[in-house]
């Protein structure tokens, strides 16, 4: 965990005694108001101090370094608020090792959180692993390259950083990967099979919401630092990433992406 995650866990209060604020009436309409002020209090704060936290980061070093430690960064504060969170709402996931439905679905990332799963990789597998990943994002970037949105949205491509239906960069992955998740496998098997008209997939919302507001608490960061914080498509930015030595300098320097590795959701 990085020194300004672990400054937030020290100074954040955000436990309270919910066995006596729930108890036996739990259905009554004053203790679930208490339990939603007390979620948007978490999530308020994870936004807050993502923010802020990126903020320094890049007063302290606009340089590699400080990118990689942004992306590192933005995990533990998801962490960081999703253990206060599962806490409260004990969720009982499907998700576990091995299952890997959800990644063949477009993922939006930024680009410290890309560079740091790249340079996890670099640090952590042989030259060959290495070598074979960049390959699968060259070929993974070509596909996507000739479809539109919406045809990708159907067409199950996999993640270039799965390997054997495993995440390679498991510890360094994106805080989108980090926060989907399922209360049930079948939903995902058929979205998967049929990704023309998924069902919908049980979730439990908190969760959800504080993916969504330290990425956006990243994204304001970023943007106090003069720099880009508009989301990456995964496969898109890290291919550009990979195979450009001096993408994340001209970042650095306040050069804005070039568009085409901007992340395109499907719809209108």
Same mark, same amino acid.
């Given at each position: 965990?990085?020194?300004?995650?672990?400054?937030?866990?020290?100074?954040?209060?955000?436990?309270? +005694?919910?066995?006596?604020?729930?108890?036996?009436?739990?259905?009554?309409?004053?203790?679930?108001?208490?339990?939603?002020?007390?979620?948007?209090?978490?999530?308020?704060?994870?936004?807050?101090?993502?923010?802020?936290?990126?903020?320094?980061?890049?007063?302290?070093?606009?340089?590699?370094?400080?990118?990689?430690?942004?992306?590192?960064?933005?995990?533990?504060?998801?962490?960081?608020?999703?253990?206060?969170?599962?806490?409260?709402?004990?969720?009982?996931?499907?998700?576990?090792?091995?299952?890997?439905?959800?990644?063949?679905?477009?993922?939006?990332?930024?680009?410290?959180?890309?560079?740091?799963?790249?340079?996890?990789?670099?640090?952590?597998?042989?030259?060959?692993?290495?070598?074979?990943?960049?390959?699968?994002?060259?070929?993974?970037?070509?596909?996507?390259?000739?479809?539109?949105?919406?045809?990708?949205?159907?067409?199950?491509?996999?993640?270039?950083?799965?390997?054997?239906?495993?995440?390679?960069?498991?510890?360094?992955?994106?805080?989108?990967?980090?926060?989907?998740?399922?209360?049930?496998?079948?939903?995902?098997?058929?979205?998967?099979?049929? +990704?023309?008209?998924?069902?919908?997939?049980?979730?439990?919302?908190?969760?959800?919401?504080?993916?969504?507001?330290?990425?956006?608490?990243?994204?304001?960061?970023?943007?106090?630092?003069?720099?880009?914080?508009?989301?990456?498509?995964?496969?898109?930015?890290?291919?550009?990433?990979?195979?450009?030595?001096?993408?994340?300098?001209?970042?650095?320097?306040?050069?804005?992406? +070039?568009?085409?590795?901007?992340?395109?959701? +499907?719809?209108?």
């Amino acid at each position: 965990m990085s020194r300004d995650a672990q400054a937030a866990l020290s100074s954040w209060s955000l436990r309270r +005694p919910f066995d006596r604020l729930m108890g036996r009436h739990s259905r009554e309409k004053k203790a679930r108001k208490a339990l939603s002020d007390w979620t948007r209090d978490v999530l308020t704060r994870a936004h807050d101090a993502q923010r802020a936290s990126v903020a320094q980061i890049f007063q302290r070093s606009q340089s590699l370094e400080a990118t990689v430690e942004a992306g590192m960064n933005a995990g533990d504060f998801y962490e960081l608020a999703r253990q206060t969170l599962d806490e409260v709402f004990k969720p009982k996931l499907a998700c576990k090792r091995g299952c890997s439905f959800c990644c063949h679905i477009p993922v939006a990332a930024s680009l410290p959180e890309i560079v740091n799963a790249l340079m996890f990789a670099r640090a952590t597998f042989s030259a060959q692993r290495y070598h074979s990943l960049t390959e699968r994002l060259a070929r993974a970037d070509e596909a996507v390259q000739a479809l539109g949105p919406e045809e990708r949205a159907r067409r199950n491509l996999a993640c270039p950083f799965l390997e054997n239906d495993q995440c390679s960069v498991y510890e360094a992955r994106p805080v989108a990967c980090r926060a989907w998740h399922s209360l049930e496998v079948e939903p995902c098997k058929q979205a998967y099979e049929h +990704p023309e008209s998924p069902p919908e997939t049980p979730t439990v919302a908190p969760v959800l919401y504080a993916g969504d507001a330290v990425r956006e608490g990243l994204r304001l960061g970023l943007q106090d630092a003069f720099l880009d914080g508009q989301r990456l498509d995964l496969v898109r930015g890290a291919h550009w990433l990979a195979s450009d030595p001096e993408a994340v300098d001209r970042w650095l320097a306040g050069v804005e992406f +070039p568009e085409e590795v901007r992340f395109t959701p +499907p719809g209108p």
